[in-house]
């Protein structure tokens, strides 16, 4: 599975951006596509994640101002996020999880820096 995301960048607090990330390669199975993040001097953390059924799971960080939406004819997983704060700064992380009986197979894409400030 490969995954090719896009759309980070600098923008103001308050400000919006959206990211998006298509997924290719070997991706029958897929369950779960996501996102996350990490900031300088800081673990990587789940910001939000949606099942192939939709179901849907955020960081208490970003609800309200995330939304994480799925093509899945596309096979790309975007992220929109609104009213940007300085803490929001990090390298996104595409994410695609196939969960098999007894294991789970997590890919990453190759991360997109997200820079809030004035």
């Known amino acids: 599975v490969q995954l090719q995301a896009s759309g980070g960048g600098l923008v103001q607090p308050g400000g919006s951006l959206r990211l998006s990330c298509a997924a290719s390669?070997?991706?029958?199975?897929?369950?779960?596509m996501g996102w996350y993040r990490q900031a300088p001097g800081k673990q990587r953390e789940l910001v939000a994640s949606i099942t192939s059924g939709g179901r849907l799971n955020y960081v208490d960080s970003v609800k309200g101002r995330f939304t994480v939406s799925r093509d899945n004819a596309k096979n790309t997983v975007y992220l929109q996020m609104n009213s940007l704060k300085p803490e929001d700064t990090a390298v996104y992380y595409c994410?695609?999880?196939?969960?098999?009986?007894?294991?789970?197979?997590?890919?990453w894409g190759q991360g997109t820096l997200v820079t809030v400030s004035s």
């Open positions: 390669g070997s991706i029958r199975g897929i369950n779960i």
């Open positions: 994410n695609a999880v196939r969960i098999r009986i007894g294991a789970r197979d997590d890919y």
